[in-house]
C-alpha cells in the first residue's frame, strides 16, 4: 500500500529543512496573520484563505480583526455584523462555523484554543488541515498541515502518484510532513511549504530553476513536475438560469429579502429573484408575472440591465437583472425589508447582489 511508502529514504532530511527554511526566512511575505502567532488571528486567517487568495484576504482580515479583536469579541458579536464583515469573501459557512466554534472556545475551554489534536479538531469548522495549521504555526507543535497546496508541493518532491482528489490521499501526505517536519521550528516549516507551493511551486508552470529544494525534487529529476500532482476533476457544475429584480418603492425604497438560514448563502440578503426552468418564463413579460406571483405584489419591470454570471464550486448562477417599481403597500418582516440607499450597506449581501446594485446604480447615472 502506497500509504507504507518510506519517505525518508527518498530525502536528505536535514539538509532539505535547512534550504527550506533559510529560504522562507530570507523570502516570506510580509502578511498581517505572520506579525504575532496569536491563535485566534491564526485561525481566522487560515479559515479566510481556504478558497480565496492571499491577495484579496488581505484587507478582509484587518478589517475582521478590527471589529473582533479577540474570541470574547467574536463570540458576543451579532451575526448580521459577522456576515457583513465577510460580505464578498464567499462560502459563508465558514465564517458561521468559525463563530460557532469560538462560542464554544469561549465557554467551553476560558476563552483560549485548545493545544490537544483531539480538543481543536471537536470544533465547528476545523477540518484536519486548520487544526494542523493552528497547532503548529501558533503553538509550534508538530503537527501535519496538509492543503491541497502543500499536497501539489510534496507530490512533486516526493515523486507521490496518489489522487489528491482522494479523501484517502490525505493521510500519504500527512505522513510525509510527519517524517519530512522541522522539530526545531515546526511553525515555519509548515509555512515554508506553504509559501513555496504560493511563489515557486505553483499549479501551473512552477519556477523549478528558482526552487531552493530543487535538488531535493524527484519530480524536477525526472522532468515530471507539469504531470504531477495527479488530481482526478470534480463532478460537473449545474447552471441555474435566474431572473432578479432590483424593485422601488414609490417612496424610493428598495425591496431586500433575507435568504432561508440554511442552504447556499444562508442569512444574507438579496434582491428578490425566481429559478427560470423553461425558455417561454424568460419572455419579460412571464418572468413580471412570475414576480407578481411570488411576491403578492403589482410589480412593474422597467428594463434589462444588464446580465451577470456568478461561479460556484458546484453551480454557476446565470442572472438576468431587471429593474422594476412595486406598490406602496408591502409589509415588512424579518425577512423582507425596504431600504433606501445608505441604509442598504448595512446588510450583508452575497457579491452576486452586489454587482446587482452596482449595475443599477449604474444605469441611473
Ligand atoms: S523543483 Fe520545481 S517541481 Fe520541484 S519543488 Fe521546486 S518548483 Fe516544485
Given at each position: 500500500m502506497l500509504i507504507e511508502q518510506n519517505f525518508t529514504k527518498k530525502i536528505n532530511i536535514n539538509a532539505f529543512q535547512q534550504d527550506l527554511l533559510t529560504w522562507f526566512e530570507r523570502e516570506q511575505r510580509d502578511l498581517p496573520w505572520r506579525k504575532d502567532k496569536d491563535p485566534y488571528k491564526v485561525w481566522v486567517s487560515e479559515i479566510m484563505l481556504q478558497q480565496t487568495r492571499v491577495d484579496s484576504v488581505i484587507p478582509y482580515f484587518n478589517r475582521f480583526i478590527d471589529w473582533f479583536p479577540t474570541i470574547e469579541d467574536l463570540a458576543e458579536a451579532d451575526e448580521d455584523k459577522?456576515?457583513?464583515?465577510?460580505?464578498?469573501?464567499?462560502y459563508y459557512s465558514r465564517v458561521r462555523n468559525l463563530q460557532s466554534a469560538v462560542k464554544e472556545v469561549k465557554e467551553k475551554y476560558n476563552g483560549e484554543v485548545p493545544k490537544s489534536p483531539e480538543e481543536i479538531s471537536g470544533l465547528k469548522g476545523v477540518g484536519p488541515?486548520?487544526?494542523g495549521a493552528i497547532l503548529s504555526i501558533?503553538?509550534?507543535l508538530p503537527e501535519p498541515a496538509v492543503d491541497g497546496n502543500v499536497m501539489r508541493v510534496l507530490s512533486r518532491i516526493l515523486l507521490i502518484w496518489d489522487d489528491i482528489a482522494k479523501p484517502a490521499s490525505r493521510k500519504v501526505f500527512e505522513k510525509a510532513v510527519r517524517e519530512l517536519i522541522s522539530h526545531e521550528d515546526p511553525s515555519a516549516f509548515n509555512q515554508a511549504l506553504m509559501e513555496l507551493g504560493a511563489l515557486i511551486?505553483?499549479?501551473?508552470?512552477?519556477?523549478c530553476l528558482l526552487c531552493p529544494v530543487r535538488e531535493h525534487c524527484?519530480?524536477?529529476?525526472?522532468g515530471v513536475q507539469e504531470q504531477l500532482p495527479v488530481k482526478t476533476k470534480k463532478t460537473k457544475t449545474?447552471?441555474?438560469q435566474l431572473a432578479s429584480a432590483i424593485l422601488m418603492d414609490e417612496k424610493g425604497r428598495f425591496l431586500i429579502h433575507k435568504r432561508p438560514e440554511s442552504g447556499l448563502l444562508a442569512n444574507l440578503w438579496e434582491f428578490p429573484n425566481i429559478e427560470l426552468q423553461h425558455p417561454l418564463q424568460f419572455e419579460r413579460e412571464a418572468v413580471k408575472q412570475q414576480f407578481s406571483q411570488s411576491l403578492h405584489l403589482e410589480v412593474h419591470l422597467e428594463k434589462i440591465i444588464g446580465q451577470i454570471e456568478h461561479v460556484f464550486s458546484h453551480l454557476i448562477w446565470n442572472i438576468e437583472v431587471y429593474a422594476g417599481k412595486i406598490s406602496a403597500s408591502v409589509p415588512e418582516n424579518e425577512d423582507w425589508?425596504?431600504?433606501t440607499t445608505e441604509q442598504i450597506q448595512e446588510f450583508a449581501f452575497p457579491v452576486p447582489h452586489q454587482k446587482?446594485?452596482?449595475l443599477y446604480q449604474d444605469s441611473q447615472s
Amino acid at each position: 500500500m502506497l500509504i507504507e511508502q518510506n519517505f525518508t529514504k527518498k530525502i536528505n532530511i536535514n539538509a532539505f529543512q535547512q534550504d527550506l527554511l533559510t529560504w522562507f526566512e530570507r523570502e516570506q511575505r510580509d502578511l498581517p496573520w505572520r506579525k504575532d502567532k496569536d491563535p485566534y488571528k491564526v485561525w481566522v486567517s487560515e479559515i479566510m484563505l481556504q478558497q480565496t487568495r492571499v491577495d484579496s484576504v488581505i484587507p478582509y482580515f484587518n478589517r475582521f480583526i478590527d471589529w473582533f479583536p479577540t474570541i470574547e469579541d467574536l463570540a458576543e458579536a451579532d451575526e448580521d455584523k459577522v456576515l457583513k464583515a465577510w460580505e464578498g469573501l464567499g462560502y459563508y459557512s465558514r465564517v458561521r462555523n468559525l463563530q460557532s466554534a469560538v462560542k464554544e472556545v469561549k465557554e467551553k475551554y476560558n476563552g483560549e484554543v485548545p493545544k490537544s489534536p483531539e480538543e481543536i479538531s471537536g470544533l465547528k469548522g476545523v477540518g484536519p488541515y486548520t487544526a494542523g495549521a493552528i497547532l503548529s504555526i501558533a503553538y509550534g507543535l508538530p503537527e501535519p498541515a496538509v492543503d491541497g497546496n502543500v499536497m501539489r508541493v510534496l507530490s512533486r518532491i516526493l515523486l507521490i502518484w496518489d489522487d489528491i482528489a482522494k479523501p484517502a490521499s490525505r493521510k500519504v501526505f500527512e505522513k510525509a510532513v510527519r517524517e519530512l517536519i522541522s522539530h526545531e521550528d515546526p511553525s515555519a516549516f509548515n509555512q515554508a511549504l506553504m509559501e513555496l507551493g504560493a511563489l515557486i511551486c505553483t499549479p501551473t508552470s512552477p519556477s523549478c530553476l528558482l526552487c531552493p529544494v530543487r535538488e531535493h525534487c524527484h519530480a524536477f529529476e525526472e522532468g515530471v513536475q507539469e504531470q504531477l500532482p495527479v488530481k482526478t476533476k470534480k463532478t460537473k457544475t449545474r447552471h441555474v438560469q435566474l431572473a432578479s429584480a432590483i424593485l422601488m418603492d414609490e417612496k424610493g425604497r428598495f425591496l431586500i429579502h433575507k435568504r432561508p438560514e440554511s442552504g447556499l448563502l444562508a442569512n444574507l440578503w438579496e434582491f428578490p429573484n425566481i429559478e427560470l426552468q423553461h425558455p417561454l418564463q424568460f419572455e419579460r413579460e412571464a418572468v413580471k408575472q412570475q414576480f407578481s406571483q411570488s411576491l403578492h405584489l403589482e410589480v412593474h419591470l422597467e428594463k434589462i440591465i444588464g446580465q451577470i454570471e456568478h461561479v460556484f464550486s458546484h453551480l454557476i448562477w446565470n442572472i438576468e437583472v431587471y429593474a422594476g417599481k412595486i406598490s406602496a403597500s408591502v409589509p415588512e418582516n424579518e425577512d423582507w425589508k425596504l431600504v433606501t440607499t445608505e441604509q442598504i450597506q448595512e446588510f450583508a449581501f452575497p457579491v452576486p447582489h452586489q454587482k446587482m446594485f452596482k449595475l443599477y446604480q449604474d444605469s441611473q447615472s
